[in-house]
């Protein structure tokens, strides 16, 4: 089984996807003979051709838009919006249009499109290329929202928001994309949406992440353990609709939880996240949840990224929190 | 250096716009030909005029009904009759429309039913469900976006090989929007085969066309784009007929897009919300009347010897007797279950809607139903 | 003291600062001449003239892309978008320029600018036409979010936002335009950004609500009272963000049972980040969950439904009673 980065399963997933799904069409600015500007869509332009891998202007509204029109038309296009600070660029059509044309046809059109971003911070990136933008798609009815956290993962995923008849935002945890490599299989295979994966079995506290988090919050529960902690660590993988029955059934049982995310902090997928468990298991929790974020600041310049990002000590401190309340 | 280079005098805009656009007609407010008629059928020209005279009625039935509370606020088309009958009569039944608003008759044209049509504006999202094989996007409300999805459709065509075309509506106020700008010029760049409908009706609610754009047409904004562009008369049909089945022609050819200003008017208010008298003439208003599109193609038809008198009393009557069983029928209808609410928002729905909606149910059970007396 | 409707109150108060400062400015969709599709800016042109009363093409990027070029160099805009739906193509100029042009360049420019903008529900209108977003703007790290429930408030709200030296977000609760008079006092007066108002004092349960729906909870609280016996504390947010936090934990310790109000779809709407500030500041306090009422995670329905979609008396009561009987 090949040893493939997180990139190189997405652009294996495109490859796949496209080659089973002739309907399949990936469009997006530098995405054909460039192959993309993380290399994402490499190759895909010599093996379908500029009519399925298509090189836009550049104009994100329209690459949604125009996206939008093909889906409902009844191809499935993969829009790439070329870093997450340009994404405001496509938000009236992603508000007004692909989340709800389904809706408001009631089922005539439907908006089967997976618009595919780079995701996040943690490469030293110019301003507008680091934002996490998730609380805007969920607090919007009517989208799916995916973050893988690791290549076997980001492959399965793609693939199914690929066939999901809904609109899905799937956003790649950019920090991540050449960090690990991992084993992943050659043929197609699927990672339903909607389902957590619980990453490290624990008792004493659950923490609850995603996407490239997932790896500060493996190094934090690692290094709780040597003080005797014993955390659960989830991985959401689907951001929204999320799995609310894991996060339900381990914060039962540990009592306690801690939520971690690099965006802002107010109005945020953590307030989500902790609301739900207040609702769901309120008389099992033993401490306020902590949440451990992105401060409601713009993301700074890459000389202070580091304090801004969460990572494994402010984690670890987080876990502490919980545990001493 | 024996040749003297010829003086360098720089080429502008001003150069290229020597000839300004003027409006393509063929058919004289008076009903007379001013150019070769188009290729249509005595049937074909009475299924045009029975469309305009049904969206006529329909305008006026939607607008006494909003008056007395029956009815949502509505967006009246009167006025601009031609220029969507006569260039969605250029639609195969395959092609898709993307209507902004006011594209009711365009829209009844193409095969979405008057009740469907009613039912939108009452506040019933199943007026947005057209039938199985009519392909009409829903109301566009945010301006101009729908240009964009309308390239998306037409490029989707051509990636499948098929040669349907699209057909986009959106106002003067519309081409100020980034989306216009976006849309023209993908579908420049990517050739497809769309037609850029834009009724100049020379008002955006109060800003006059004037105000909107510094551009002395809204067609010639179509060659910074590499693509077609024409003004036609709104008002007259068989123009508006002729220069759509032309861009059509070209779109399915491969050789792009087309943009067209049709000049045409609306009598009445932006939507019913809106008092026109506060930003135009009834003069204006009157001067417009007299260029009016049905009956230009009523007297057209009678000088070509294929209607009289006789049969425009006769359709108008049988038309207010169709539009008054479009409304008995919306009346008619019967209060919708509150999944409708929930359902559709994705294709299964996941389970904080199921919450919701149990929730919602509840509650209806113990407090009663909070819509009942509200519609 | 004269009674004025809230859209007479703003109205009022563009009159009085753009009387008071020349160089507030009001800009957008047919708020010139027409004096804005709800009235809201009525006679400000025949008053002030074209140059600071403008129409300006159909275009919302342009509006705001403009709105953040003329606060840089100096003047003091207050843009309107006409309705909450049609933000979203402003989006970019909002999120990426707007709420951060001060930080960006370490307070050299900075954004002084009011976005007005009909919100919410409830008057039957079109489709995009009544949405409530306020959770987009609260995310967005850098603006302050406004929303009025009265007159008076409106008035006084709308003019410390114009003097504010930060970009604010001003909702106006349409459904309350001209629901109700209240007395407004002629002269010149500002309500502080970032205080909530204690609307009724109680004991049994702290209810948290802005715009229209501090009325729809005024009612609820009054049929607890008379039905229930339950007396509760209402809490009119006024402004949403930067919230008062000081108001909102002092009233859940003394209730220790909260009910968030509000008509914005209910994912990571802003009733999830007062209940994490509230877990956060004061868990220990609370003898029951806090419950949330409000709009469902779907579009915003057609009018024809939008009251099983609009949080109403009867459903914060049964929020209440829900926290209550826990």
Redesign the interface.
């Known amino acids: 089984m090949p040893h493939l980065t997180l990139i190189q399963a997405v652009n294996d997933a495109l490859h796949l996807a496209m080659k089973h799904d002739d309907r399949v069409?990936v469009l997006g600015e530098d995405v054909g003979e460039n192959g993309g500007v993380f290399r994402a869509t490499e190759g895909l332009h010599d093996t379908f051709g500029e009519?399925?891998v298509?090189d836009?202007?550049l104009?994100e509204?329209?690459i949604l838009?125009?996206?939008?029109?093909?889906?409902?038309?009844?191809?499935r296009?993969i829009p790439e919006i070329q870093f997450t600070?340009f994404m405001?660029?496509v938000?009236?059509?992603m508000?007004?249009?692909a989340?709800?044309?389904?809706?408001?046809?009631?089922?005539?059109?439907?908006c089967p499109l997976v618009l595919r971003a780079p995701y996040g911070s943690g490469i030293h990136a110019p301003?507008?290329h680091s934002e996490s933008h998730e609380?805007?798609y969920?607090?919007?009815?009517?989208l799916?929202v995916v973050v893988p956290s690791n290549p076997y993962d980001a492959k399965g995923l793609l693939i199914s928001a690929i066939k999901d008849?809904?609109p899905v935002l799937f956003f790649e945890p950019k920090r991540i994309y050449r960090a690990i490599r991992q084993e992943v299989p050659e043929e197609i295979y699927e990672i339903p949406l909607?389902k957590a994966a619980v990453v490290n079995e624990g008792t004493d506290v659950t923490v609850i992440t995603f996407g490239s988090m997932t790896h500060m919050a493996k190094e934090a529960i690692t290094r709780a353990s040597e003080q005797g902690i014993s955390a659960e660590l989830i991985d959401l993988r689907t951001v929204?609709?999320l799995d609310?029955d894991t996060i339900s059934t381990s914060v039962a049982k540990t009592g306690r939880c801690v939520i971690v995310q690099e965006?802002?902090r107010?109005?945020?997928?953590?307030?989500?996240i902790?609301?739900l468990i207040?609702?769901k298991v309120?008389d099992s929790?033993q401490?306020?949840?902590?949440?451990v974020a992105g401060?409601?600041?713009?993301m700074p310049y890459y000389r202070m990224e580091n304090y801004y990002l969460p990572n494994a000590n402010r984690i670890l401190a987080g876990i502490n929190n919980v545990l001493n309340f | 250096m024996a040749t003297k280079s010829k003086a360098n005098k720089p080429v502008t805009v001003k150069d290229v716009f020597k000839n300004k656009f003027t409006p393509y007609t063929l058919l004289n407010p008076d009903g007379t030909l001013n150019g070769p008629a188009p290729d249509l059928s005595p049937e074909q020209l009475q299924a045009m005029h029975r469309v305009m005279v049904e969206a006529r009625v329909f305008d006026e039935r939607a607008v006494n009904l909003q008056r007395q509370g029956r009815l949502g606020t509505f967006a009246p088309l009167s006025g601009q009759e031609a220029a969507q009958v006569g260039s969605a009569f250029a639609l195969r039944k395959t092609d898709?429309l993307?209507p902004s608003y006011r594209e009711h008759a365009a829209c009844a044209l193409h095969g979405q039913p008057w009740l469907d049509i009613l039912k939108y504006w009452g506040g019933n999202?199943?007026g947005?469900?057209?039938p199985?094989d009519v392909n009409i996007?829903?109301v566009a409300?945010?301006i101009a976006?729908q240009?964009?999805?309308?390239?998306?459709?037409?490029?989707?065509?051509?990636?499948?090989g098929k040669d349907?075309a699209?057909l986009v509506f959106f106002g003067d106020g519309g081409t100020s929007e980034?989306?216009f700008h976006?849309?023209l010029?993908?579908a420049g760049?990517?050739k497809t085969a769309t037609v850029f409908l834009c009724q100049n009706n020379f008002y955006a609610i109060s800003l006059p066309r004037e105000s909107q754009t510094s551009s002395e047409s809204i067609a010639q904004k179509a060659i910074s784009y590499g693509i077609e562009g024409i003004q036609v008369d709104g008002n007259d049909v068989l123009a508006m007929y002729q220069m759509t089945k032309e861009a059509f022609d070209r779109g399915r050819a491969g050789e792009g897009p087309t943009l067209i200003e049709a000049q045409t008017y609306r009598y009445g208010p932006h939507t019913t919300a809106d008092d026109p008298t506060r930003y135009r003439d009834s003069a204006e208003v009157d001067q417009w009347k007299e260029r009016d599109p049905i009956e230009r193609l009523k007297n057209y038809m009678i000088s070509q010897s294929i209607w009289d008198d006789g049969k425009e009393e006769a359709l108008w009557e049988d038309v207010r007797a169709q539009m008054a069983k479009v409304v008995e029928d919306y009346e008619a209808l019967p209060e919708r279950p509150v999944e409708e609410i929930f359902?559709?928002?994705?294709?299964e729905m996941?389970?904080?809607l199921e919450e919701q909606l149990a929730e919602l149910k509840d509650f209806i059970a113990e407090y009663g139903n909070p819509n009942e007396g509200h519609h | 003291m004269a009674h004025k409707t809230l859209i007479q109150a703003i109205n009022e108060a563009l009159h009085l600062e753009m009387k008071r400062d020349e160089r507030v400015m009001i800009m957008g969709e047919d708020v010139g001449a027409n004096g804005g599709v709800f009235r809201a800016t009525e006679g400000i042109y025949n008053e002030f003239g074209a140059d600071r009363a403008v129409d300006t093409p159909l275009a919302e990027a342009g509006i705001i892309g403009s709105a953040i070029g003329m606060a840089a160099y100096g003047l003091r805009p207050v843009p309107e978008i006409q309705f909450d739906?049609f933000m979203?193509?402003a989006?970019?100029q909002?999120?990426?320029h707007a709420?951060?042009l001060r930080?960006?360049t370490r307070g050299r420019f900075t954004c002084p600018m009011t976005v007005r903008v009909p919100y919410g529900g409830g008057i039957r209108a079109l489709?995009?036409h009544s949405e409530a977003p306020e959770?987009?703007y609260?995310?967005?790290?850098?603006f302050k979010v406004v929303l009025p429930s009265n007159p008076y408030d409106a008035k006084g709200l709308l003019l410390a936002s114009i003097r504010d030296p930060d970009p604010v977000i001003y909702f106006e609760p349409k459904r309350l335009y001209r629901a109700f008079r209240q007395d407004v006092p002629e002269e010149d007066y500002e309500v502080p950004i970032g205080k909530a108002a204690v609307v009724k004092e109680g004991t049994d349960v702290t209810v948290i609500s802005w715009g229209t729906m501090v009325r729809v909870s005024e009612e609820a609280a009054e049929k607890a009272q008379e039905e229930k016996g339950i007396s509760v504390e209402l809490i009119d947010l006024r402004t949403l963000?930067p919230l008062d936090i000081d108001t909102v934990i002092a009233s859940v310790q003394k209730t220790g049972r909260c009910v968030v109000v509000h008509e914005?779809?209910r994912?990571?709407?802003?009733?999830?980040?007062i209940?994490?500030l509230i877990?956060?500041k004061a868990?220990l306090h609370l003898e029951?969950?806090?419950v949330?009422v409000t709009g469902?995670?779907?579009?915003m329905p057609l009018f024809r439904m939008e009251n099983y979609y609009m949080p109403n008396a009867n459903r914060v009561l049964q929020g209440i009673l829900k926290t209550v009987q826990f």
């Open positions: 069409v009519d399925r298509v836009t202007p104009a509204g329209a838009g125009a996206a939008i029109g093909m889906a409902a038309y009844g191809i296009p600070g405001p660029m938000f009236d059509h508000v007004s249009h989340s709800r044309l389904r809706w408001r046809t009631r089922g005539r059109f439907t301003e507008h609380a805007y969920m607090h919007t009815p009517g799916k008849p809904n909607g929204w609709p609310i965006a802002p107010a109005a945020s997928f953590s307030s989500e902790l609301t207040h609702e309120f929790l401490a306020p949840v902590e949440r401060f409601d600041t713009p | 898709w993307f999202e199943d947005s469900r057209v199985d996007f829903p409300i945010p976006t240009i964009i999805h309308a390239v998306g459709a037409a490029w989707a065509a051509k990636i499948q349907d699209t980034g989306d976006e849309g010029n993908f760049v990517f359902k559709y928002t994705f294709e996941p389970w904080h | 739906g979203l193509p989006f970019d909002l999120v990426s709420a951060r930080w960006r489709e995009h959770t987009y609260a995310h967005t790290p850098g963000w914005a779809p994912t990571v709407g802003l009733g999830a980040e209940i994490s877990n956060e868990l029951a969950p806090v949330r469902y995670d779907v579009a």
